[in-house]
Nanobody
Framework: QVQLVESGGGLVQAGGSLRLSCAAS????????MAWFRQAPGKEREFVAA????????YYADFVKGRFTISRDNAKSTMYLQMNSLKPEDTAVYYC????????????????WGQGTQVTVSS
């Protein structure tokens, strides 16, 4: 399995921006479909965005469309999530995940996970 490490979380005011990174190691990064999920306190983990192996095809949850951008740099084995216009309801632990499965957006389809990075948006 690939090993994943997230970074870039923190505390930001509503309307602000953060850029999350997910660094991969151990396997060929470009073999994997990658995604971001998040989990708020007391809630289930939910899908945020996914990107295919080439970085050309992306898919977003409705609640982040127009605000978040997922991208990847296969040469650096790193995936990113640019988050703009952040809202207090975006507060959560954000996880990156990897799978070989094309088109996956369900957490059960992903078999490699990072430890998560906390994002807190104050009002």
């Amino acid at each position: 399995q690939v090993q994943l490490v997230e970074s870039g979380g923190g505390l930001v005011q509503a309307g602000g921006s953060l850029r999350l990174s997910c660094a991969a190691s151990g396997r060929t990064f470009s073999d994997y479909v990658m995604a971001w999920f998040r989990q708020a306190p007391g809630k289930e983990r939910e899908f945020v965005a996914a990107i295919d192996r080439s970085g050309i095809s992306v898919y977003y949850a409705d609640f982040v469309k127009g605000r978040f951008t997922i991208s990847r740099d296969n040469a650096k084995s790193t995936m990113y999530l640019q988050m703009n216009s952040l809202k207090p309801e975006d507060t959560a632990v954000y996880y990156c995940a990897a799978t070989f499965r094309f088109g996956a957006i369900m957490s059960a389809d992903f078999n490699s996970w990072g430890q998560g990075t906390q994002v807190t948006v104050s009002s």
